[in-house]
C-alpha cells in the first residue's frame, strides 16, 4: 500500500484518506477514540458508495434526486395553496358537503407532506375545518 494521498479528511474522531494498493484505488477509514489502538477500514470507493445509497445518504442517480427535489419543492406550494383555499372556502360557505370535499382535499394535502423529510420543519395543516 502506498502512502495516504493529499485528499485526507479529518472530522471528529474519524479519518478519511485516499489509498491505492495493488488492487487499484480505496478509501482508509480510521476511528480514534480513547487512548485504545485506532480501528482501520479498507474499502473500495463503490462498497462506500453503495452503503451510501442504501442508507439514503447518496441518491444512487443525480437526476432522479433533482427530479425529487423539484417534486417536494411542488408539493410543498401546493400544501399552503390548499390550505390558504380551505380556509377562504370555510369563511365564505356553510355548505357541509363542500366543506367535507375540501376538508378531504386538505387531509390529502397534509398526509403527502407528513411522508416528506422536511415535513417536521413545517407548520402542521389546520386539524379541522369543520
Not at 102 to 110: C, E, G, S
Request: glycine share 4%; net charge negative; hydrophobic share 45%.
Amino acid at each position: 500500500m502506498t502512502a495516504p494521498q493529499s485528499d485526507e479528511f479529518i472530522q471528529y474522531h474519524l479519518k478519511t484518506e485516499s489509498v491505492s494498493d495493488e488492487y487499484g484505488a480505496a478509501v482508509m477509514l480510521t476511528q480514534q477514540e480513547g487512548i485504545d489502538d485506532p480501528a482501520t477500514i479498507l474499502v473500495h470507493p463503490w462498497q462506500l458508495r453503495a452503503a451510501c445509497e442504501h442508507l439514503g445518504i447518496l441518491s444512487a442517480d443525480p437526476e432522479a434526486a433533482r427530479v425529487a427535489d423539484s417534486l417536494r419543492r411542488r408539493l410543498s406550494l401546493l400544501c399552503r395553496r390548499v390550505e390558504g383555499l380551505a380556509a377562504r372556502i370555510q369563511d365564505a360557505t356553510a355548505d357541509a358537503a363542500l366543506l367535507a370535499q375540501v376538508q378531504a382535499v386538505a387531509d390529502l394535502a397534509a398526509d403527502y407532506m407528513a411522508e416528506m423529510p422536511q415535513a417536521a420543519s413545517r407548520q402542521p395543516m389546520q386539524a379541522s375545518l369543520l
